[in-house]
């Protein structure tokens, strides 16, 4: 993945920031967009690491669909802000490539080769919007941010999504050291302090609209989980109900079957 861009803007590009009917709407969209994604990732998250996880043909093949997909909608969308847009009306599609390749960092469970592989394509944008400009001090204080932000990531990514402080704390300090360095001219914007401005509290409108939202998920997949273990669990001795040791059984018999592995069964009475 090498993207060669042209330090200069194209023809026509405006140094005019977004109006405000404009950046208001553009900040409602953002929201609507980090809301959907983070419903139908998490969903397939789901499915590839704890539904279909005895299954590592059909796990892996979603673990590298949703790689694929992260990368290439995240990619895409800093490239429709580039090539289709002259002025700060692409600032809706940098944030939102932004958001998708930064915010699937946080992917649990995930292995430290497709966290590298997501880093390669954020550091892939990030030299992107400073194509031509490798020579400032900018650019290397924000590459440092960056370097500083993926270790963060890794080693506190619960902490980070499950809590509304840490995670705006966190991708703050990304959209910050994104949007603050960028050169005069980065891929076809035209950058003044009035359009940096308007896109970083765009990036971080939408920062904060995830972190609560993650944040209630959590709240909320903990109190399904509380009410199934009294559902399903003998509150004294917390042994499993009937329904959840039959349960139990049929999967392992079925995973005996599918994988031709021999399986017994000891009952003891005590």
């Given at each position: 993945?090498?993207?060669?861009?042209?330090?200069?803007?194209?023809?026509?590009?405006?140094?005019?920031?977004?109006?405000?009917?404009?950046?208001?709407?553009?900040?409602?969209?953002?929201?609507?967009?980090?809301?959907?994604?983070?419903?139908?990732?998490?969903?397939?998250?789901?499915?590839?690491?704890?539904?279909?996880?005895?299954?590592?043909?059909?796990?892996?093949?979603?673990?590298?669909?949703?790689?694929?997909?992260?990368?290439?909608?995240?990619?895409?969308?800093?490239?429709?802000?580039?090539?289709?847009?002259?002025?700060?009306?692409?600032?809706?599609?940098?944030n939102l490539g932004l958001f998708v390749l930064t915010l699937t960092l946080l992917d649990k469970d995930s292995s430290i080769f497709e966290y590298l592989i997501r880093v390669v394509a954020v550091l892939e944008v990030w030299m992107m919007h400073h194509a031509g400009y490798y020579d400032r001090p900018q650019f290397w204080i924000s590459l440092a941010a960056?370097?500083?932000?993926?270790?963060?990531?890794?080693?506190?990514?619960?902490?980070?999504?499950?809590?509304?402080?840490?995670?705006?704390?966190?991708?703050?300090?990304?959209?910050?050291?994104?949007?603050?360095?960028?050169?005069?001219?980065?891929?076809?914007?035209?950058?003044?302090?009035?359009?940096?401005?308007?896109?970083?509290?765009?990036?971080?409108?939408?920062?904060?609209?995830?972190?609560?939202?993650?944040?209630?998920?959590?709240?909320?997949?903990?109190?399904?989980?509380?009410?199934?273990?009294?559902?399903?669990?003998?509150?004294?001795?917390?042994?499993?109900?009937?329904?959840?040791?039959?349960?139990?059984?049929?999967?392992?018999?079925?995973?005996?079957?599918?994988?031709?592995?021999?399986?017994?069964?000891?009952?003891?009475?005590?």
């Amino acid at each position: 993945m090498n993207m060669n861009m042209d330090a200069v803007p194209k023809s026509g590009s405006s140094t005019d920031p977004l109006s405000l009917a404009m950046w208001l709407a553009q900040m409602l969209i953002t929201w609507m967009f980090a809301t959907g994604f983070i419903t139908y990732y998490q969903r397939a998250w789901h499915r590839a690491y704890e539904k279909y996880r005895r299954d590592r043909f059909v796990s892996y093949s979603l673990r590298a669909g949703m790689l694929v997909i992260g990368i290439a909608v995240g990619i895409g969308m800093h490239m429709v802000g580039w090539m289709v847009f002259t002025d700060a009306t692409g600032l809706m599609f940098h944030n939102l490539g932004l958001f998708v390749l930064t915010l699937t960092l946080l992917d649990k469970d995930s292995s430290i080769f497709e966290y590298l592989i997501r880093v390669v394509a954020v550091l892939e944008v990030w030299m992107m919007h400073h194509a031509g400009y490798y020579d400032r001090p900018q650019f290397w204080i924000s590459l440092a941010a960056l370097g500083l932000s993926v270790i963060i990531f890794r080693l506190f990514s619960d902490r980070i999504r499950n809590h509304v402080g840490p995670h705006i704390l966190a991708y703050g300090f990304v959209g910050v050291a994104f949007w603050t360095m960028l050169p005069k001219y980065s891929a076809g914007l035209h950058m003044t302090p009035m359009i940096a401005i308007q896109a970083l509290a765009m990036y971080m409108g939408m920062t904060i609209v995830t972190a609560i939202f993650l944040h209630n998920e959590h709240v909320e997949e903990k109190r399904i989980a509380a009410v199934a273990q009294e559902a399903h669990f003998d509150t004294l001795t917390n042994a499993k109900s009937y329904a959840m040791y039959r349960q139990d059984i049929e999967s392992k018999f079925d995973e005996a079957k599918r994988n031709h592995t021999p399986l017994s069964l000891a009952v003891i009475d005590i």
